[in-house]
């Protein structure tokens, strides 16, 4: 009996995709009886300063049902931009649907839909910048060019300077699998270590980059050696370190928005042996795991989150 005691396994945490923030739960479980109307009146007002939250909330809505929340969008700016989410979203489901040329066809459809539902929303609200920050992976998928994609990225960043989804789809847009260069990006990502806000996530963009070189190493280039090389490069452990202690002297909770970025750097941590770094995010990240970037390693996230949380305990 005692043996069975000392050797029960922990519970395995189960993916949530709002980690437990009770303002998307409220929304999800309207939209569920149907009620769209003031899910619509409350993401209204959500405004101002709360642009990377209410963009937030209206992907997860979207990803939970995205045919209605579509389907009822209002005839406003926020309408477009729900559509625009919406057929963006659709498009991305198409995509991983099968590459016959029905789903291709679907895909391009939807994409192009996405676009013009972003630039109506933009030309009917000319304050919020995240029609152009989620323009951006809509036009990165229509292969525009970088110059482009520049005008875009500076078309949200001039309503909202340190608007979180235009600096992170335009990070994803300099990647190299993208069509973009290693040096790109880090030369994109490195003045936010020292211009962006006290307290803001925008410096883990920087551990992001890492992961994305490494990602590259891996999976594209199909080098392990490199990419084993690379979690020893010393620029990139010292500076992932520098910007992770800057973030926790200036933070002490999440927002949901920033679940991915302290996800992927206690990953990062847990890769570059870095044990108390590694201990911190995962203290703050909880059960709140997302599927990458521990699904790099291992085909279920929820072994390599146990293997980082055992590694941590490890004297």
């Known amino acids: 009996m005692f043996k069975s005691l000392f050797n029960r396994q922990p519970a395995r945490p189960t993916f949530d995709p709002i980690f437990g923030n009770t303002q998307a739960k409220t929304l999800l479980d309207l939209l569920d009886k149907r009620q769209t109307e003031p899910i619509y009146d409350y993401l209204h007002a959500l405004r101002d300063d709360a642009w990377d939250q209410r963009n937030w909330l209206i992907w997860r809505l979207v990803e939970h049902a995205a045919p209605r929340m579509i389907r009822n969008a209002p005839d406003t700016a926020l309408g477009a931009l729900i559509k625009g989410i919406g057929a963006l979203h659709l498009g991305w489901e198409a995509r ?89 990006m880090f030369s994109f990502v490195n003045p936010l270590i020292e211009d962006a806000p006290t307290g803001s996530v925008l410096p883990l963009l920087w551990i992001q980059a890492c992961t994305e070189q490494w990602f590259y190493f891996a999976q594209f280039d199909k080098d392990p050696i490199a990419a084993a090389k690379f979690f020893k490069n010393e ?69 390599a989150l146990l293997q980082a949380r055992t590694y941590v305990k490890t004297v």
């Open 235 to 303: 620029e990139a452990t010292s500076k992932a370190q520098q910007v992770w202690d800057h973030y926790t002297n200036t933070r002490t909770e999440l927002t949901s928005a920033e679940y991915d970025y302290v996800n992927n750097a206690a990953w990062w941590f847990w890769q570059t042996q870095d044990r108390p770094r590694c201990q911190q995010a995962l203290s703050l990240i909880n059960d709140g795991f997302t599927h990458y970037p521990w699904a790099h390693t291992t085909p279920d996230p929820v072994d």
């Open 96 to 184: 991983n649907g099968g590459a016959d040329a029905q789903m291709q066809q679907l895909y391009g459809e939807r994409l192009l839909a996405a676009v013009a539902h972003f630039k109506d929303a933009g030309e009917a609200d000319d304050l919020d910048p995240t029609p152009y920050a989620n323009l951006i992976p809509a036009a990165m998928a229509l292969q525009a060019d970088q110059a482009e994609l520049h005008d875009i990225f500076h078309a949200a960043t001039n309503r909202d300077a340190f608007n979180l989804q235009a600096h992170a789809m335009m990070l994803q847009a300099l990647t190299k699998k993208w069509g973009g260069k290693h040096t790109d």
